[in-house]
């Protein structure tokens, strides 16, 4: 029986702009009234800047695939955010910086380097399994957090490589974790286009745990590239001329766009199995029948149908990234209407994912509908699109299906009685601050 999973109430028209203001600030996925779902494309103002929302394939198109160049560039909101931690890391900047960094940055975790790159996944998923095999029975866990840790420990021995990576999962993991509460989760005054100096300004301390971030991290690239192991890192470091700077901005670019991601992905896909015993029992033969116990490796990535639908459901209902934003650095057109430089650009997978027009029952969980021909064209954008696509997309699907199967053969999670879930748009969604589960073995 499909379910249909939490969402924040829908204004029924548009909001007031104080009320607007504070949703963008709180919650971005709240503000939107329900015509907006089913709407091709909106354009309004806020304050000083004018905004355009892409919500049909071919607007979305348009946008970020035929005026790729001219809305290349992140928003000021998203370059605030984030510039003091990733520099002019490939996430945040743009140009011809961009260019270089992506021709460097993207082969590294590319499909064809998927067999090399999933061993870490396995082995980091067996841990896990034998973790929550020693539980206690009925034994409660911070699914949220459970998940950030499994990816972190993935992503580090990835980058680092297998000895260095687990102790630094755990510095760089606490020290990114005090960024993220520092930076908070909007920086109004860019977006809304306030003097420069206004829009400068970054929480107090925050320079202080920027260098934190930056010792720990160039220690564990000194190392690794010291060490003879294979690692993302050195691999990086023989792609491109990147100088010491630039390979630390990297290497945090992919910690912050690789680990959160995916730890989110696979909260939500646990916490929408919880709520549907039917897809959970079904996920577990499966698993149980493909692995019989052990944990997934790349050759058994393509014979989990069904946990990969799970994972791409959980994908359309919950994006991880559920704003995408750009600003117009040349003037160009959509729909035939025009966008002034210094404009945002948004697509939107939270409205596109469940515009009516494109999905039957958009607001339910099924995720059998991922088993027959794949989504129309632009419609399903968890990764983004275009030139700025994610370079991890082979990488953090893998990683979900393998961590997903892996463990769903053996256990099954149920949500704390009572415990409220709603999706909060932070830097990425999250279903709230934890996600309180009991761990038995099926
Ligand atoms: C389920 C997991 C993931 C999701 C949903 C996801 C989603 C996204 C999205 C939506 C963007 C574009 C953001 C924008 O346009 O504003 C992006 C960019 C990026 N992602 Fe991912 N990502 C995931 C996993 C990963 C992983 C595992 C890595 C690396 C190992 C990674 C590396 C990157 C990088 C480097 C960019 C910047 C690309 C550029 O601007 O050229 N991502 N990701």
Same mark, same amino acid.
């Given at each position: ?15 007031? $702009? ?16 329900? @015509? ?9 103002? %806020?304050?000083? *800047?004018? %905004? ?28 605030? @955010? ?7 890391? $490939? ?11 992506? *021709? ?30 020693? $539980? ?20 580090? &021995? ?15 993991? *606490? ?51 010291? #060490? ?45 199995? #919880? ?139 149920? $949500? &704390? ?12 969604? *999250? ?12």
């Amino acid at each position: 029986m499909a379910f249909t999973p939490p969402y924040p109430p829908r204004p029924v028209g548009p909001l007031g $702009l104080l009320a607007n203001l504070r949703g963008f600030r709180r919650n971005m996925i709240g503000v939107w009234p329900v @015509a907006h779902y089913r709407a091709e494309f909106l354009s309004f103002k %806020l304050l000083r *800047r004018r %905004l355009f929302v892409c919500n049909s394939p071919d607007t979305v198109r348009q946008a970020f695939v035929e005026n790729a160049t001219a809305f290349e560039r992140k928003s000021p909101q998203m370059r605030h @955010a984030l510039e003091p931690l990733l520099g002019d890391g $490939l996430f945040v900047s743009d140009g011809a910086v961009w260019k270089e960094r992506r *021709r460097a940055v993207a082969p590294v975790t590319h499909v064809s380097r998927m067999a090399e790159l999933t061993p870490v996944m396995t082995e980091v998923a067996g841990e896990w399994s034998a973790r929550w095999r020693a $539980l206690a029975p009925g034994h409660e866990i911070d699914v949220l957090e459970e998940m950030a840790e499994m990816t972190a420990e993935i992503i580090c &021995r990835t980058l680092f490589g297998r000895r260095l990576g687990s102790d630094a999962a755990r510095q760089i993991v *606490r020290a990114f974790t005090a960024y993220q509460a520092r930076i908070g989760q909007t920086a109004v005054a860019a977006m809304l286009r306030l003097p420069e100096f206004l829009c400068r300004i970054q929480p107090p301390g925050i320079h202080a745990e920027v260098r934190r971030i930056h010792a720990v991290l160039d220690r564990l690239i000194a190392a690794a590239l010291e #060490s003879d192991e294979d690692c993302l890192v050195r691999a990086m470091a023989e792609r491109g001329a990147m100088d010491r700077t630039a390979l630390r901005n990297e290497t945090a670019t992919l910690f912050m766009a690789g680990h959160e991601t995916t730890a989110n992905t696979l909260a939500w896909s646990w916490y929408l199995l #919880s709520q549907d015993g039917e897809a959970a029992a079904r996920l577990a033969a499966e698993a149980r029948g493909v692995l019989g116990g052990r944990p997934a490796g790349h050759a058994d990535v393509d014979r989990l149908p069904f946990a990969r639908s799970v994972i791409e459901e959980s994908l359309r209902l919950y994006p991880p990234v559920p704003v995408l934003a750009r600003e117009a650095v040349l003037p160009a057109k959509i729909g035939g209407r025009p966008v002034e430089p210094g404009s945002l650009v948004l697509v939107i997978p939270w409205l596109l994912h469940r515009n009516p027009t494109l999905w039957d029952a958009p607001d339910e969980f099924r995720p059998e509908r991922f088993l027959g021909p794949p989504p129309a064209r632009y419609s399903y954008v968890p990764f983004s699109l275009g030139p700025r696509v994610c370079t991890g997309q082979q990488f953090g699907l893998t990683e979900s299906v393998i961590g997903l199967a892996s463990l769903a053969q053996d256990f099954s999670l149920t $949500l &704390r009685p009572g415990h409220p879930v709603m999706p909060v748009s932070r830097l990425t969604l *999250r279903p709230g601050e934890h996600l309180p589960m009991q761990v038995a073995r099926r």
